[in-house]
């Protein structure tokens, strides 16, 4: 089945650097691709999804990019601030069945002021 | 539009006892998901259902787990009897299955201590 790992899962940044996040997936099956943000005590809240047609995907400061080749994604997060800081988790959807999402092990952002 | 609605947010209760946590999807939408959260094991698929039908209920841990959906706007997660093991935060989670690859919105989630 679809396996999708996540790195790192801790990221430290000052205010306004960029952060990146990577992820792997290996069922090269899987065309769709969305991005979560979790604060403390709710839910994860979807931020950005890409499909595997769109190499590039941007709003506003975020921005993802995916090599279905490599079989990898990535999230660019470009001048951060401290609101962004939270865990973030990539996630891709099993080819096994269209409604199975599986998600990475998720990365805890930190934005220092 | 309300999101997902779950209740209770936190559950206390002792081993051996029944839990029943509850969801209310976003209205229209026909694809319902339950998820567990822990440190070690992240975020885990337990269960979903699309149209209310169970779909995919692999990830349900044990037969003490066990999940309904008796109409389109509610569905139930009942463990019997709980372990403490089984202290996590539990998350539904709706979407519209219009193609493949939909979004799902998730609620607050349930925090469960089984003592």
């Known amino acids: 089945g679809e396996n999708v790992e996540q790195h790192p899962s801790t990221l430290s940044v000052q205010e306004g650097d960029s952060a990146v996040i990577k992820c792997t997936y290996s069922?090269?099956?899987?065309?769709?691709f969305p991005w979560y943000k979790q604060e403390l005590g709710k839910g994860p809240q979807l931020i950005i999804d890409i499909r595997s047609n769109v190499g590039e995907k941007k709003d506003q400061r975020i921005a993802v990019t995916l090599n279905k080749t490599a079989k990898h994604f990535s999230l660019h997060i470009t001048e951060t601030q401290p609101e962004d800081s939270a865990v973030y988790f990539c996630a891709a959807f099993a080819s096994s069945n269209t409604g199975k999402l599986i998600f990475g092990q998720g990365t805890t952002l930190q934005v220092k002021p | 539009d309300a999101g997902v609605i779950q209740s209770p947010r936190h559950e206390v209760t002792e081993m051996g006892q029944e839990v029943t946590l509850r969801c209310k999807p976003i209205s229209g939408h026909n694809s319902l998901f339950w998820y567990r959260q822990t440190m070690m094991r992240g975020l885990e698929l337990l269960i979903y259902f699309n149209n209310n039908v169970p779909i995919d209920d692999s990830g349900m841990p044990e037969d003490r787990f066990s999940a309904k959906m008796p109409n389109a706007s509610f569905s139930t997660l009942k463990i019997q009897p709980s372990e403490p093991r089984d202290s996590a935060v539990y998350f539904c989670a709706s979407s519209f299955r219009g193609d493949r690859g939909s979004p799902l919105h998730f609620g607050n989630g349930t925090r469960l201590t089984v003592t």
């Open positions: 069922d090269s099956a899987s065309n769709y």
